[in-house]
């Protein structure tokens, strides 16, 4: 397991950019990530949460995730830096990767 | 696949009483039921999740829910009947079930 390491600065900069590329944006009134993914059906929504559950149990680090039907609204934060730390953004990787099917 | 049928008048009653022993209530804005189920962690709650993901979608039938960690809070409602059906008490009694390890 990594130990989440809390973006600051340029880093976080960067990294917010790149995701903000991918449809993430920052949470209203948390310090999180947050993006809404919309699927073809529910098979297609929840065969992709299961497979983001793998890669979440792996990483021992846990989305935050409301699942109706087609869509998921996913929220990442991490709590022991109190912050978006490098895990967030993993995850947040491995989810744009898996919805593209890949 | 069963068609809905909304619950009214005394069946909706004992139904909605029979739910609240399990910790079911109705929800706050909407003609729904609500639970917070809680679990001893991700994988038990994600294994829970996947168990009531195969059963929804064989009724055509989903919740929506929202998974923190190992806690997850379940809306039922249906939208063809606009209200409370027997396929909502029929998902949340499965839930139960599964969440007693049975």
Same mark, same amino acid.
């Given at each position: ?25 920052? &949470?209203?009134?948390?310090? &999180? ?22 890669? &979440?149990? @792996?990483?021992?680090? @846990? ?21 978006? !730390? ?6 947040? !990787?491995?989810?744009?990767?898996? &919805?593209?099917?890949?």
């Amino acid at each position: 397991m990594t130990t989440p390491q809390k973006l600051t600065g340029e880093g976080r900069a960067n990294a917010l950019a790149a995701l903000a590329k991918e449809g993430w944006r920052e &949470a209203e009134n948390r310090d &999180a990530i947050t993006k809404r993914f919309e699927f073809d059906d529910f098979n297609d929504a929840f065969g992709w949460m299961t497979r983001v559950a793998l890669v &979440a149990e @792996h990483m021992n680090h @846990h989305p935050e995730w409301f699942n109706v039907y087609k869509t998921v609204e996913v929220t990442l934060t991490t709590h022991d830096v109190d912050g978006i !730390s490098n895990l967030d953004v993993a995850l947040a !990787s491995k989810m744009d990767r898996f &919805a593209r099917g890949a």
